[in-house]
Structures are given as structure tokens and as C-alpha cells.
């Protein structure tokens, strides 16, 4: 599947240079990944969950859509996770993913 949307990526972007920030997950490392020429990998160094831009978006879902919740089924859980993506700006994703170190990459 990372194979898969890999390629996928460097189709819909061919014309531009990407740079993927990732964590160490077996699938992101494996001898089968295939990298197209205009992807570059950049590894975050093992059990660093806080350099992870994508972390805090996830903490911030459980806060915002899942704290001190029981849900009956999984559609509700749904449903409050598509409520909290509603009210998620470009801005607010903006700056609950940045990191200081990505600077240096723009």
C-alpha cells in the first residue's frame, strides 16, 4: 500500500519536489519501498512521537472530539471525529503541525 500511494503522490505532483516526513514504521523502512525521483524520505529518530507534526493533530482530535466520551458504536465515534475536522482551519492545522526544525526545509 505505501508502494501504492507513493506512486500515487509523485503522479498528482510530478512537477514539484516532495519531502516526507516519517516515523521509522517497518512499512515506511521496508527493502520493497519503491521511492519515485521526486520524493525525498526524511526519518524522525526512533520513539520520538514529539517530533512528529501529525502527533499533535492526533492529540488534538482526542481532546476536541473524544475526551471523556463513551461511545456507543463506532458511528458515533465517527461522527465526533468528523465534527472536531469540521472546525479544523488550514490556520489551526498550520499550527498545530508546525515544528521548528521543518523551517530549515522551505
Not at 60 to 70: D, F, L, P, Q
Amino acid at each position: 500500500m505505501m508502494n501504492i500511494y507513493l506512486r500515487e503522490l509523485s503522479k498528482e505532483y510530478s512537477d514539484k519536489e516532495i519531502m516526507m516526513i516519517m516515523d521509522q514504521a517497518g512499512w515506511h523502512k521496508s527493502k520493497e519501498l519503491e521511492i519515485p525521483s521526486n520524493i525525498k524520505l526524511l526519518f524522525l529518530p526512533p520513539y520520538s512521537p514529539e517530533l512528529n507534526p501529525v502527533e499533535k493533530l492526533w492529540q488534538w482530535i482526542r481532546i476536541e472530539a473524544t475526551h471523556n466520551w463513551v461511545f456507543d458504536y463506532l458511528g458515533q465515534l465517527m461522527d465526533a471525529v468528523q465534527k472536531a475536522f469540521i472546525k479544523l482551519t488550514a490556520e489551526k492545522l498550520s499550527r498545530l503541525c508546525s515544528c521548528s526544525y521543518l523551517l530549515s526545509f522551505k
